[in-house]
Structure formats: C-alpha cells, structure tokens
C-alpha cells in the first residue's frame, strides 16, 4: 500500500539520470546572454512551455543599442561583402601561441590573430578607419585604430573599444581583448571605454553561424563579422597536385560605409584580411 508519507518522500529524492547518476541541479550563471531576469534561461523557459505574453520594458543598454542602430542604419549608407577563407594556418598559429610563455595566463583564440590581421589591413586600406564629418563635410582619416569588441553580455550587447589598437604588439592586444571581455561581462564598462570607437569586429561563430552582415557602430566606418571556424573540404595544391582536404574554414564578412569606402576599398581591406589569416607569415609584409 502507497501511502501519503511515501509519495512525500519520493518528491525529495534527487533526480537520477541515464547510468544511475545523479544529476545535481546547477546555479544560474545570470551573466550568461540568454538570461532574462525573472525568465531565466532559454532552455528553462522552453521546458515551462508556452506562457503569457512577457513585457519587457527598453531601458539600459537594450534602449542605448536599440536607438544607436536605427540611427546607424538610416543615417550610414551600408555595404557588405563576404569571403570564404581557409584559416588553417591561424588555427595552427592559435595552438602554438598557447604554449608560450608570454601567454601563459591569457585566454587565447582566433580572435587575437583576426583583430591583428585587421589593423594590418586598415594601415593598406585607411578610408576604412575614417569618420563622416557632416556639419564640416569632409571625411576624417582617424590617425589611430580604436577596435571595438562586440561583447554579449548578460544587459546586453556591448562594444568596448582598445585604444591604440595598432600599436600594440600580440601580448599586449591579446591582453587587452580578455581584459575589454571580461570587463564588460562583469557589469563593469564605463561610457568612456565604448565611446571614440573606428572599427568592430563582431564574432557570431560562437553560436554555431556561418556568416551575417552587421550594422555599423554610429560613427564607425566598418564592422568585420566572423563566422564559425568549422572543418570543411577544401581544394588545396596546384596542377596536379590539386586535392581535396579537410581544412578550417570559415566566412568572413564586412560592412561598411559606403559614403566613406567605395566597393573596391572594401574588398581590399577584406581580401587582406583573409590573406593573412589564410597565411599569418604574410604579416611581414604589411
């Protein structure tokens, strides 16, 4: 016979999964991106099934982005082109730098070598790194690379930028972008450290996306998307030696303004891009 006190008991247990372990119930991290206060995370809200309809008032950094990219998307006229890159080179490189010492406690990732390779690209191709003066009418040329860093944050999306992103050696600008990432996502980013950006790089190959065209920061010339870096066929070689072969490859994108940069300056700034991410030694040559 099933009592009251046995239904009771067993409601207390812990849950078992397959295997007959024991699935110990884990905290909400509220800085993860999907988190929604008072909703919690995709996953919990998709189990609840369907709800309500669910308010959520624009305010914050929800408002502040909301209203700079209605801005930027009536005020900038955009372009956006794309490539398919091989980046198995950057990859090998990614793997090396992580054995060396200099970047013992530094998260690294492609990241680092793509946000080299573009200031590289915009010392060749500067009309990229330039701002549209409307009440003086004239393009300002920007003698410096502030590059911003498209951060999902629990509040939101937030963009802080590095200063003098050019002049800063690998450990230097890997140390920069955890320190800008890291900042942002604990809450911490101050107007000052999004303010004066030139260019942004935007990384959706984190969720598993091959490629988008972005919307400029307001004031920005150019945003460069990266998709995800996935293992793919590839034709290698030359003549008869041409072959077939896994590589990594990903897609690379920018956006720009086209009242600042013309078709061919984006593809050049693009075509640089992932000619040195296809072959980092290429780097010498910039």
Known sequence: M???DDVTGASMQPEVAEAGTIT???PV???RPEFVEGLGTTSDRARQGPQEDVLIPIKGVRKSTADAMVRSAFTAPHVSVWTDCDVTATMQLVERLKTRREFADLRISPLLVVAKAICLALARTPELNSFWDEPAQQIVLKKSINLGIATATARGLLVPNIKGAESLGLVQLAA????????AREGRTQPADMSGGTFTITNIG???VDAGAPILNPGESGILCVGQIARKPWVVGTGAEERIEPRWVTTLSVSFDHRLADGAQGSTFLADVAAILNDPA???LF
């Open 24 to 26: 110990p119930a884990e």
């Open 29 to 31: 991290d509220k800085r």
């Open 282 to 284: 290429l780097a010498l």
């Open 176 to 183: 920069a972008i955890n320190e800008v990432v890291a900042v």
């Open 2 to 4: 099933i009592t009251r």
């Open 206 to 208: 984190v969720f598993a």
